[in-house]
């Protein structure tokens, strides 16, 4: 009985700290670190307080569509592809969107943008899991096309639309109840708790860690911070995608094939997976997404340019490389993705708070970028075991301690000790 309820102990305490550990929380930890920082000075400075409820709205509406498009590029990711196409996709569908919507209505817009990103990733699928070109290689080329087809479209100029439709539905806010936000952080608390706690093992995973993180900020937000329960729609829509990816890819069958044909795909295949099907459906559904999020995006002004989301597709990578996903698939978690995210934006919000100029945001986010990797890599266990390695190799490199200085050279070397024992002496 003792025994085994020390094990059941250790077991407990070594899930907690692997949950814990900077691999897995390091980027809510990040997050924490950033806020602090800039709250710390910014009241300094006598700044605009980081932390108020204006702020914060603000900074998740900044961040919310490219959050959205963060969750679904972790999907691809995860599946072990790339997608480099998602922003000039999603470029596309928003200027089919607002070229369609005069004419025909937001409804036929609206259709008309999300069957242009479904085309786009078909054949992006079609090519990388069919006729078997490198997943970079297809979106690289994609990314120009899509672009150039934009630009053509657009013959160069931007263009308006009269029906706001897009732009009401855009910047409608709506309140969450009190009551509903605490009710909501208990069910997350509980669906990181229960599976804990009822475990053979009581292994706390990343995934619960990040529940249980979800739902004491819904607690405390509700509790403390009612006014940041009154957000635009694409902040509810990247919750609450958020939410439910996690839980699929999580406690779903589908979620497990994703996370499988990422990280082994041939024994995924000896299993009964179709690992085409589901590689092709990560495509497609994250450029669906992503037409979605440039109708929402095009509302915000009513206009599109030829240079529409330009670069978003980097912002997207990077965010879920500071969400510890794998760019060699198998890993990943989307909720890490979008706190990433909210990283890369809290960052330029804090710039703009403290009035440092914009050339240095770049330098300060990619230095973020690398530091991160640097330290997520370090702290796996294959970082570690070749630091230990490394630490080996230069110990034994090191020359040993210097003979004593009354040893004989016979002392230095048995050898030559033998030797000189061997020759018979003169008489």
Aim: glycine share 10%; with cysteine.
């Amino acid at each position: 009985m003792t025994s085994g309820s020390a094990t059941a102990r250790r077991r407990s305490n070594s899930g907690w700290r692997r949950a814990l550990a900077p691999r897995a929380a390091g980027v809510v930890y990040a997050l924490i670190a950033l806020v602090l920082v800039l709250t710390i000075t910014s009241s300094a400075l006598s700044r605009l307080r980081s932390l108020s409820s204006v702020n914060v709205s603000n900074i998740l509406d900044q961040a919310s569509l490219t959050g959205i498009l963060a969750i679904f590029m972790t999907v691809v990711l995860i599946t072990g592809n790339f997608d480099l196409s998602v922003a000039s996709t999603a470029a596309l569908a928003g200027t089919v969107a607002l070229k369609l919507i005069d004419q025909y209505g937001a409804v036929i817009a609206l259709l008309a943008a999300l069957l242009t990103g479904v085309l786009v990733g078909l054949i992006n699928g079609v090519l990388v899991q069919k006729v078997g070109v490198n997943a970079f290689i297809v979106t690289l080329g994609t990314l120009t096309a899509v672009r150039g087809v934009v630009q053509a479209l657009l013959n160069g100029q931007s263009i308006t639309a009269t029906n706001t439709v897009f732009e009401q539905a855009e910047t409608a806010r709506w309140t969450l109840p009190v009551g509903v936000a605490i009710v909501a952080g208990m069910l997350l608390i509980a669906a990181g708790a229960v599976p804990t706690v009822r475990a053979r093992r009581r292994m706390l995973t990343a995934g619960n860690v990040m529940l249980i993180c979800g739902g004491a900020a819904f607690l405390a937000i509700g509790a403390f911070r009612p006014l940041l329960l009154n957000e635009t729609l694409p902040v509810w829509i990247m919750i609450g995608l958020t939410v439910i990816t996690s839980l699929v890819l999580r406690y779903t069958v589908v979620g497990r094939n994703l996370y499988a044909v990422g990280g082994n795909p041939e024994a995924a295949r000896l299993s009964g997976i179709n690992v085409d099907r589901s590689k092709m459906t990560a495509f497609v559904l994250n450029v669906f997404v992503a037409a979605v999020v440039c109708v929402l995006y095009a509302g915000k002004f009513n206009s599109v340019d030829p240079t529409l989301l330009t670069g978003t597709e980097l912002t997207v990578i990077e965010a879920a490389v500071l969400g510890v996903t794998s760019l060699f698939g198998g890993s990943g978690y989307v909720a890490k993705s979008v706190v990433g995210t909210l990283i890369l934006f809290t960052l330029s919000n804090g710039f703009n708070v403290l009035n440092i100029g914009s050339n240095y945001q770049n330098v300060v986010q990619g230095s973020v970028l690398v530091a991160a990797a640097a330290l997520y890599t370090a702290s796996s266990a294959r970082g570690r075991g070749f630091i230990a390695s490394a630490l080996a190799r230069r110990r034994k490199a090191e020359p040993g301690p210097a003979p004593a200085a009354g040893a004989t050279s016979a002392d230095q070397n048995p050898e030559d000790a033998k030797q000189m024992t061997s020759v018979p002496q003169s008489k």
